[in-house]
């Protein structure tokens, strides 16, 4: 394949190579391996395993990326699943459940006996914990693409199945619950029109168990018949409940009639504002806490869309968009219709039509006395039927037609009903499906389509006529209350948790999520459970307590990338060994490095380099190659070991340093390699200097340098080699005293920039050295970090900088990608890897294609290379391999006219490489390149440190040549 004007097998970064998809028809065009790319070429390819495919859904990857939907080995289902915009699927959804039974039967009530003042803050506390929760859950939504399951499966695979279990199953349970509250309030509605009729079937009680059993009986018939025929319900209910509101709002506007003014409604008046702003206890529920715990439930529809999120076109839009507005307008709502009815309706009134006097009439009490009423008998004995504090049906009474107040009511308590007897079913299936816990597995079976969990409906409808038959709104409320706190502080909680544990996997998209606002909403969520009911607050941490602790014990054979996992990697030694127990997996992947620094005061640049982004996030090991004997000196390599941990806690650099005894370099390093690390806790990224020097440096260093490289590769590490054009060995400017292990005269023939120095500095001066300052210490201000990532090499080249940029000093830096493109598809290769790079969620916007990487370089420039390698020509005349390989005896650096010619191409592009790197990077901050891989036993290391030299000459910025190990270190999956 020619890519980049040369045959090679290396290709270019596409969505292919990250995806777990493919076209059905075509083949699957997979990433070489490094194998591949750096060993003798096969002619079989049969150890490239493709990974296991999902269903593709779109044909054209310019077309907005790749859907994938259903689960791993699932059989692959007839006809187009059903699916929703934000608008359809999230926000309505969102603002029917939220519109409840509260909204029009107890809220009237509530600003009666709270006051309009305390009613607001009640309104306000619980949109605070909701809108915290609601951040939370965007934030996940967009960390990763996401299937069905809704809240469970977005926790639980962001965040891993300890948290996910115990909040799958409290939500399940909290939403059958809700099922039935508000079929209650409708059943409750239902009975009052039936009185007003004089009419019953068995008694008040009785009366709402039998019309809620028969409500919840049909609405379980429209979830069976499938999610179109449930939308287009939902849709119905919410045209609805809007024209109930503009009646509701029309009928405070016109004048009341006697028989209204009988019940307590007069209109817009400033005293029955003022008489209703301020709060009148009364009951056993007569208190603040007491009445929130009856409003909460209201506030709780705001994960009625993500509980669906299997069935949105895009969650990952829908989920946080849908859910926030869905959380404004119901808020305004709710503070409107308080302000309004608190402003129109007193709180005591007779409903007697014949209560009517003169106004300032002798012997009456209260605001109705001055509108010609008389509400004084009942008000005082607490006996009056009607008013805001007595009538739950106040809203109706004040409408302009109280049918369609009525028919509102009916919407919101359905609507809200339908809405959570869907969430229940689907978030319980998608935890029965990971079988996080015994028995529970029968009820994950999908029908149809859509997968629709039957079993869980069924489930779902027996624990709703259960709450039922208690046949008490003001009683079930409560106990919703308890669960859905406990929900939100678990989900605030776990977004906390993820981010303090610094896990590169938890990357969310959605910019206005704040850690410290989630910690916020955990905390006040588990105060409120407590200020609610405490004993109910304690048996809800007892379940999840119970629930996580289960899942710890039994460890599920499952990997999510667990933010557990992440913290377990920061905890101190002894749970390293409990990492041992982890599966691998990309979310958690770390570039843990290994830095050839020798000692590290020599090389302060590089160790500043890698400390910078793996501070508080991964390992980091300094190493050091001692050459010599060393037996009898063991005591000073000791000593000298502890002096350079010293100089790296004062330089508040978090790394390791190790050294290690050999007889040459490249046998030290294979050991550094191989030894380093622990359990899990190990390198896998080699972090070198560039050989600056080489020219001049003997031939034989130079074969070692290269040998480390090879090395790298051999041993799956990804490498990272850093070139700044003054250096990076500072030794020579410290009055250094170098222990006399070996032969002085082999020091000095040795490169002062080869990757570990050889011997160690006097103790003493270690002590006494000062910091160097370097360009990783300082703050970098608005420049610019370029990365050239020209082939995929898994996504390392990408990664590092990404976590650079987190850093402060960096922060401020704008990132630009550059890419390898034609001139004739410009368009279609940008869309594409800017696709690419939004899925990886890293922020990287500023795309750039280089459709002349295929010119010829200048002239100058190509003659600059030759004479480069010149000195290092073997001047063979194309000889046959057997008399080249004996001209080339002791000497194998040398490089015959034939390896000349066949990597001329790879040669040239090197030096085109260097002016492009001039013309667009001449003023970065940093350069980041892909590393030109050089085939082993077919690149002679001097050629291959020629192309190093060309690519990197006559750079300002530090560069970093950087390669991944060819394994996907990116991901854009929440699995």
């Not at 459940?97 to 107890?106: A, T």
């Not at 003023?923 to 050629?943: M, Q, V, Y």
């Amino acid at each position: 394949m020619r890519t980049f004007g040369y045959n090679t097998i290396d290709v270019v970064p596409t969505y292919e190579n990250y995806a777990n998809t493919r076209i059905s028809g075509e083949a699957k065009k997979t990433r070489p391996t490094l194998s591949d790319l750096h060993s003798f070429l096969k002619q079989e390819s049969s150890h490239l395993h493709p990974p296991v495919y999902e269903p593709h859904r779109s044909h054209s990857f310019s077309e907005g990326g790749t859907e994938e939907e259903a689960s791993e080995g699932a059989a692959k289902t007839q006809g187009e699943p059903v699916r929703f915009g934000w608008v359809k699927g999230v926000m309505i959804r969102c603002m029917l459940n939220i519109w409840g039974v509260i909204l029009y039967l107890r809220l009237p009530w509530i600003t009666a006996q709270a006051g309009i003042a305390l009613t607001w803050v009640i309104i306000l506390l619980s949109v605070t914990v909701t809108t915290v929760t609601g951040l939370s859950i965007s934030a996940i939504s967009t960390n990763g693409k996401v299937k069905s399951g809704g809240t469970y499966f977005l926790i639980s695979r962001s965040l891993g199945p300890e948290l996910g279990g115990s909040i799958g199953l409290i939500f399940a349970f909290a939403n059958a619950v809700a099922v039935a509250m508000h079929t209650v309030g409708f059943a409750e509605t239902v009975r009052d029109l039936m009185q007003e009729h004089n009419s019953s079937m068995v008694d008040p009680t009785n009366d709402i168990r039998i019309i809620g059993v028969i409500t919840v009986t049909v609405l379980l018939g429209i979830s069976l018949a499938g999610m179109e025929w449930e939308a287009k319900a939902q849709v119905l209910f919410f045209l609805v409940i809007m024209v109930s509101f503009v009646n509701y709002i029309v009928g405070t506007i016109i004048p009341a009639t006697e028989e209204k003014q009988a019940k307590g409604f007069f209109g817009y008046r400033a005293d029955i504002f003022a008489q209703n702003f301020v709060p009148n206890w009364r009951g056993s529920d007569g208190s603040f806490f007491g009445l929130f715990s009856i409003f909460f439930p209201s506030a709780t529809g705001i994960l009625a869309g993500a509980n669906i999120s299997g069935d949105l076109k895009d969650p990952a839009v829908a989920i946080p968009k849908g859910t926030l507005m869905a959380i404004f307008w119901t808020t305004v709502s709710y503070l409107v219709i308080s302000a309004t009815i608190g402003a129109c309706v007193i709180r005591d009134a007779s409903g007697n039509v014949n209560d009517t006097i003169i106004t300032g009439s002798v012997g009456c009490e209260g605001l109705a006395c001055g509108y010609g009423w008389n509400f004084t008998e009942c008000s005082q004995s607490h006996s009056c039927h009607y008013g805001l504090i007595n009538f739950y049906q106040s809203m109706s009474m004040v409408s302009g037609f109280m049918p369609l107040i009525t028919a509102g009511i009916f919407g919101a308590t359905l609507s809200s009903a339908l809405a959570c007897l869907v969430s229940a079913p689907k978030v319980f299936q998608c935890l029965c499906k990971d079988q996080l816990y015994p028995v529970i597995g029968f009820f994950g079976k999908g029908y149809g389509k859509n997968n629709e969990p039957i079993r869980g409906y069924m489930l779902t409808y027996i624990i709703a006529v259960g709450f039922i038959l208690i046949a008490e709104l003001n009683a079930i409320a409560p106990i919703i209350s308890n669960f859905f706190l406990c929900s939100y502080a678990l989900i605030n909680f776990s977004c906390f948790h993820a981010s303090i544990t610094n896990s590169p996997g938890w990357r969310p998209s959605f910019r206005y999520y704040s850690k410290w606002a989630a910690l916020f909403g955990a905390i006040v969520s588990v105060v409120i459970m407590f200020l609610l009911t405490w004993w109910a607050a304690l048996i809800a941490i007892g379940i999840v307590v119970f629930l996580l602790g289960y899942v710890l014990y039994k460890k599920p054979g499952v990997n999510w990338g667990s933010s557990v996992q992440a913290g377990s990697y920061n905890m101190a030694l002894n749970y390293s060994v409990g990492l041992n127990k982890v599966d691998d997996h990309i979310k958690n992947y770390r570039p843990q490095c290994l830095v050839l620094t020798g000692p590290p005061n020599f090389r302060p640049a590089l160790v500043d380099f890698v400390g910078t982004f793996t501070k508080n996030l991964s390992l980091m090991i300094c190493g050091n190659v001692l050459i010599g004997p060393g037996k009898q000196k063991m005591s000073e390599f000791h000593l000298a070991s502890r002096d350079h941990v010293k100089w790296l806690t004062k330089r508040k650099i978090k790394a390791f340093y190790t050294d290690v005894l050999a007889e040459d370099l490249r046998t030290g390093v294979q050991i550094l390699m191989q030894a380093s690390g622990l359990g899990r806790m190990k390198p896998n990224v080699l972090v070198i200097g560039f050989k600056k020097n080489w020219q001049a440096a003997h031939p034989q260093t130079v074969e070692e340098y290269i040998g480390i490289l090879h090395d790298a590769f051999d041993f799956k590490y990804g490498v990272c080699m850093m070139r700044m054009k003054e250096g990076l060995n500072i030794s020579r400017l410290m009055q250094a005293h170098i222990n006399p292990v070996f032969d002085p005269a082999e020091d000095s023939q040795k490169n002062s920039e080869q990757p570990a120095v050889i011997g160690t500095m006097d103790p003493d001066a270690l002590v006494a050295e000062q910091q160097a300052s370097t360009i990783f210490q300082m703050a970098q201000g608005k420049k610019t970090i370029d990365i050239y990532w020209l082939f995929d090499d898994g996504g390392l080249t990408l990664l590092i900088p990404y976590l650079l940029g987190r850093k402060k000093r960096w922060g401020k830096c704008k990132i630009r990608v550059f890419v390898g493109g034609q001139i004739n598809r410009m368009d279609e290769e940008r869309k594409a890897i800017i696709s690419l790079l939004g899925k990886f969620r890293l922020g990287f916007h500023e795309i750039h294609i280089l459709p002349d990487i295929n010119q010829k370089p200048r002239p100058e420039h190509v003659k600059r290379f030759d004479d480069l390698i010149a000195p290092f020509r073997l001047n063979d005349g194309f000889k046959d391999e057997v008399v080249v390989n004996e001209m080339r005896h002791g000497c194998p650096w040398k490089i015959s006219d034939e390896e000349v010619t066949k990597n001329k191409a790879k040669s040239l592009r090197q030096v085109r490489m260097n002016e492009i790197l001039l013309d667009y990077s001449r003023d970065a901050a940093l350069i980041f390149i892909t590393l030109p891989i050089g085939r082993k036993g077919r690149c002679p290391s001097s050629l291959y440190m020629a192309w190093l030299e060309t690519l990197s000459q006559d750079l300002r910025p530090p560069v970093i040549l950087a390669r991944g190990n060819q394994e996907n270190v990116l991901t854009f999956y929440c699995q």
